[in-house]
Nanobody, 121 residues
Framework: QVQLVESGGGLVQPGGSLRLSCAAS????????WGWFRQAPGKQRELVAD???????NYADSVKGRFTISRDNAKNTVYLQLNSLKPEDTAVYYC?????????????WGWGQGTQVTVSS
């Protein structure tokens, strides 16, 4: 059984930085997809950034140039570096992933539990 565990959230002042981590546990053969999403109070969950198995990245316009998604395949971990944070970045950040989990190419897809990011002075 695969699990995703996020960490790294917290309270930061505007203009500050945080690095979020999402570590996957379990048997994983390949990484098909990693994504970071966020959900602010009263709003729908939205894509922040994602990373395909081939290494292609995609960012929401609101975070381009400020956030960076990266991964460490050996550690089955994806990161989201958040720089130049703004109050509107305040949200619960969720990790989403799809993996190949067996030799017969079966896949697993799921979400982490979320980590709170609060940007406030």
């Amino acid at each position: 059984q695969v699990q995703l565990v996020e960490s790294g959230g917290g309270l930061v002042q505007p203009g500050g930085s945080l690095r979020l981590s999402c570590a996957a546990s379990g048997t994983i053969f390949e990484h098909n997809y990693w994504g970071w999403f966020r959900q602010a109070p009263g709003k729908q969950r939205e894509l922040v950034a994602d990373l395909t198995g081939g290494g292609t990245t995609n960012y929401a316009d609101s975070v381009k140039g400020r956030f960076t998604i990266s991964r460490d395949n050996a550690k089955n971990t994806v990161y989201l570096q958040l720089n130049s944070l703004k109050p509107e970045d305040t949200a619960v950040y969720y990790c989403n992933a799809e993996f190949v989990i067996s030799e017969d190419r079966s896949t697993w897809w799921g979400w982490g539990q979320g980590t709170q990011v609060t940007v406030s002075s």
